[in-house]
């Protein structure tokens, strides 16, 4: 529905489930991209969580990020939390799919989720955090323009130590 440069992003439909399922239940997919208890997710887990990103969902707006030449399922990405109050969005992305990575899909696939918020969510923020072990998330999100707005300290346990979590925002050009 929304085309970035490599990928386009759509609504997840019934053939994604395994795939996604395989995504959740990978460790080092999971590992920078969820703060909580890594455990594995039944096929009915990831069904539900599937389900409940449509198009009436109020303030989170997911996507199944595919490319845009083979149309291969990749990732998800989307808003998780809008507050329509301050105009703000945080933005979360994962690529699933390690043959992927590295490649340019993430940064393309912020890239489009940025425009969505700008232009049609009307958002004059987008924020998101990141595990700082998490460079290449890091990196993607700077060379989108965010900016670091502060560090949560020794936030997330993983892997027998504490972590920190990097806050990052993105202004929208025209602040009103």
Known sequence: MYEGKLV?????????????????????????????????????????AMNSNTSYTSGEYQFAIETKTDRVLIGQCGFIKVNWKNR????????????????????????????????????????????DFNEPALRCYEKCGFEQEGTLKKEIYREGAYHDVVLLRLLRNTEE
């Open 88 to 131: 703000v969005g945080e933005l979360a992305i994962l690529i699933g799919d390690k043959d992927y990575r590295g490649k340019g899909y993430g940064t393309d696939a912020v890239r489009t989720l940025i425009k969505f918020g700008f232009e049609e969510l009307n958002l004059r923020k987008i924020k998101a955090s990141v595990f």
């Open 8 to 48: 386009r992003l759509r609504a997840f439909d019934n053939s994604d489930l395994i795939k996604c399922q395989d995504f959740s239940n990978d460790y080092e997919v999971m590992r920078g991209a969820s703060g909580g208890i890594l455990y594995p997710s039944t096929v009915e887990d990831t069904a539900r």
